[in-house]
């Protein structure tokens, strides 16, 4: 069993700036690529950033500049900073992990449950 437990949301206003944090727990052999999906009310869930593997990391266009993903391995854990938040970043933020398990050589994605991030005056 894997668990992916996301904290940080909460509301924020326009041009403020937020911390997400992710942890990964439960059994499983390594972690390869880990961050950050969110959706919108009425949107397909779109990438935000993720930190691969091999230390690089991807972004999502309109979080560019503004968003910066980080990662512990040691923790097991994935933290996103959100600066300049804008309206349109109003989203359930989820935590996604590609792991791995012993003997097994294919790799699983797994899921948090989502925060809820709204960003509002």
């Known amino acids: 069993q894997v668990h992916l437990v996301e904290s940080g949301g909460g509301l924020v206003q326009p041009g403020g700036s937020l911390r997400l944090s992710c942890a990964a727990s439960?059994?499983?052999?390594?972690?390869?690529?880990m961050g950050w999906y969110r959706q919108a009310p009425g949107k397909q869930r779109e990438l935000v950033a993720m930190?691969?593997?091999?230390?690089?990391?991807l972004y999502g266009e309109s979080v560019k500049g503004r968003f910066t993903v980080s990662r512990d391995n040691a923790k097991n854990a994935v933290y996103l900073q959100m600066n300049s938040l804008e309206p349109e970043d109003t989203a359930v933020y989820f935590c996604s992990a590609r792991m791995t398990h012993l003997g097994d050589p294919r790799q699983f994605n797994y899921w948090g449950q989502g925060t809820q991030v709204p960003v509002s005056s």
């Open positions: 930190f691969m593997r091999d230390g690089s990391t």
């Open positions: 439960g059994s499983f052999f390594s972690i390869n690529d």
